[in-house]
């Protein structure tokens, strides 16, 4: 009776279910279905648009936690980088901001692997 209750701690402790989600160490305010992006989305209509949630990319770029950062399957760390740029009527230093979106994402993605959110979650066209 002993040896079998040890032999199902065993097999328990080593099943999917007992090993680290990719989810147990996102950032602070990052959530699993939160929208990343969109794909399918066809220029100037909102037909077939599909979400692609943080869970999902983290899928596709074999993300889990690893010394308790996230980290792709290459085992680099993956950083999220909130887009800006969603503006309806942009402000009037517009392009200044962007520039500087770029510099910043440029110099990101040399240490990690970057997931850029959209600014845009709704997916929503802006006017």
């Known amino acids: 009776m002993h040896g079998l209750v040890i032999m199902s701690f065993l097999l328990l402790s080593h099943t999917p279910a007992a090993k680290p989600s990719c989810c147990a ?3 602070q305010g990052i959530q699993p279905t939160e ?9 100037s209509t909102q037909k077939g648009k599909q979400a692609i949630t943080v869970q999902e990319k983290l899928a596709s770029l074999k ?3 690893k010394k308790g950062k996230l980290v792709d399957g290459s085992g680099k760390q993956i950083y999220f980088f909130r887009l800006q740029g969603c503006w309806g009527n942009p402000p ?3 392009q200044e901001i ?15 692997t970057v997931i850029e959110m959209t600014c845009n979650p ?3 066209q802006i006017s």
Not at 35 to 43: A, D, I, M, Q, S
Not at 98 to 112: A, G, S, T
Request: hydrophobic share 20%; charged share 35%.
């Open 122 to 124: 709704s997916g929503d």
């Open 63 to 65: 993300g889990r936690c």
């Open 98 to 112: 962007l520039d500087k979106q770029n510099r910043e994402l440029l110099r990101l993605k040399k240490r990690y």
């Open 25 to 27: 160490c996102l950032p």
């Open 92 to 94: 009037e230093n517009y």
């Open 35 to 43: 929208v990343v992006n969109y794909r399918g989305l066809k220029p």
